[in-house]
Nanobody
Framework: QVQLVETGGGLVQAGGSLRLSCASS??????MAWFRQAPGKEREFVTA????????YYGNSVKGRFTISRDNAKNTLYLQMNSLKPEDTAVYYC??????????????????WGRGTQVTVSS
């Protein structure tokens, strides 16, 4: 049974940093990603990492501030978030797909999702 468990969310002031973790079990995933969803908005692509060449991709709103990484030995995905802004406030979800995909930014390619962790950035 596949499980994805996010940790590391919390309340931080604007300009601060947080690191999210997503511990996975029960499967091997070629594509993993972080999405976020603010109240009243659609789920938004944040960043993804593909096993092939460890390629990484970022949404425009987080480029240069967020970094995705994964530790395959620990089955853990990370999201380092720096220079946080109030508009980064959202529930952050970890997502995983068993195959490699060039459409990593679509929610529909991910079969597995975590329950999410709340990130709140105060101004």
């Amino acid at each position: 049974q596949v499980q994805l468990v996010e940790t590391g969310g919390g309340l931080v002031q604007a300009g601060g940093s947080l690191r999210l973790s997503c511990a996975s079990s029960g499967g091997t995933f070629d594509t993993m990603a972080w999405f976020r969803q603010a109240p009243g908005k659609e789920r938004e692509f944040v960043t993804a990492i593909r096993r092939h060449l460890s390629s990484t991709y970022y949404g425009n709103s987080v480029k240069g501030r967020f970094t995705i990484s994964r530790d395959n030995a620990k089955n853990t995905l990370y999201l380092q978030m720096n220079s946080l802004k109030p508009e980064d406030t959202a529930v952050y979800y970890c997502a995983a797909a068993t195959g490699d995909s060039s459409t990593y930014y679509l929610t529909t390619i991910y079969r597995y999702w975590g329950r999410g962790t709340q990130v709140t950035v105060s101004s």
